[in-house]
């Protein structure tokens, strides 16, 4: 058996405990997962970022949207009340800049149906018809033994027939009252806030004032609202 030299046997030593040799085409596979790697979470990075930021935009818009909505929201309610009496029906348009609450107030009463069976207690001719608390402000005729003298007093579009107003002695209860002058009272001034005026159906508030009444200006025979239509045009 020959023998082997120690050299050789050295040599193959070498070899066998040497690295592996990695080809250069593994080298450039890893290269490219490594590449496609970091793409991937760029390109995640970048979507998740645009995502937050068109949450935070559309937030935004909506704040600002929300803000002009309720600056917009006196506008957006309506403008005109349809009073609809066993009479027939009075088109009222509402001062909303004058009376902004009690405008408010009216609505949201003609929302809930509160007027709906609403009688005309009181008629007085040339004066006042009014519909509601039966109290109201106190007897009717009682309004003209104390009332001053028109003369006394100019007279103002407030004043002025055909308008709708209601009792200042009741605005901070739950009761409403309704009142449609017939004539120029200056006198009622302190009585009461007027937020509308009378545009159609002022044939209408007519014929109620000329209903019998008894001697304390009570209809004779019920006339009241049926109901109010709210509208946004006249």
């Known amino acids: 058996m020959a023998r082997i030299k120690p050299q050789a046997l050295l040599l193959q030593s070498k070899k066998k405990n040497g690295p592996t040799r990695i080809s250069v085409t593994t080298i450039i596979i890893c290269n490219l997962v490594v590449v496609l790697i970091v793409?991937?979470?760029?390109?995640?990075?970048?979507?998740?970022?645009?995502?937050?930021?068109?949450?935070?935009?559309?937030?935004?818009?909506?704040?600002?949207?929300?803000?002009?909505?309720?600056?917009?929201?006196?506008?957006d309610l309506p403008s005109y009340a349809i009073i609809n009496t066993s009479k027939g029906s009075v088109t009222v348009e509402l001062n909303k800049?004058?009376?902004?609450?009690?405008?408010?107030?009216?609505?949201?009463?003609?929302?809930?149906?509160?007027?709906?069976?609403?009688?005309?207690?009181?008629?007085?001719k040339n004066y006042v018809i009014q519909g509601g608390d039966l109290q109201g402000l106190g007897a009717a005729d009682d309004w003209i033994l104390k009332g001053k003298p028109h003369g006394q007093v100019a007279i103002s579009p407030k004043h002025e027939a055909f308008m709708l107003g209601t009792s200042k002695a009741k605005q901070d209860s739950?009761?409403?009252?309704?009142?449609?002058?017939?004539?120029?009272?200056?006198?009622?001034?302190?009585?009461?806030?007027?937020?509308?005026?009378?545009?159609?159906?002022?044939?209408?508030?007519?014929?109620?004032?000329?209903?019998?009444t008894d001697e304390h200006f009570r209809p004779k025979s019920p006339i009241g609202i049926l109901s109010i239509t709210l509208k946004q045009e006249p």
């Open 39 to 75: 793409f991937s979470l760029v390109a995640s990075y970048r979507h998740l970022y645009r995502r937050s930021g068109s949450q935070d935009g559309i937030s935004l818009q909506n704040f600002e949207n929300i803000q002009v909505l309720g600056e917009l929201k006196n506008y």
């Open 97 to 124: 800049d004058a009376s902004p609450e009690i405008v408010d107030k009216f609505l949201d009463l003609c929302q809930k149906g509160d007027f709906k069976g609403m009688l005309f207690h009181h008629v007085i």
């Open 174 to 212: 739950k009761r409403f009252d309704l009142f449609i002058t017939t004539a120029p009272i200056p006198n009622l001034n302190d009585k009461i806030t007027v937020f509308g005026r009378v545009i159609k159906g002022e044939d209408v508030v007519q014929e109620i004032e000329e209903v019998d």
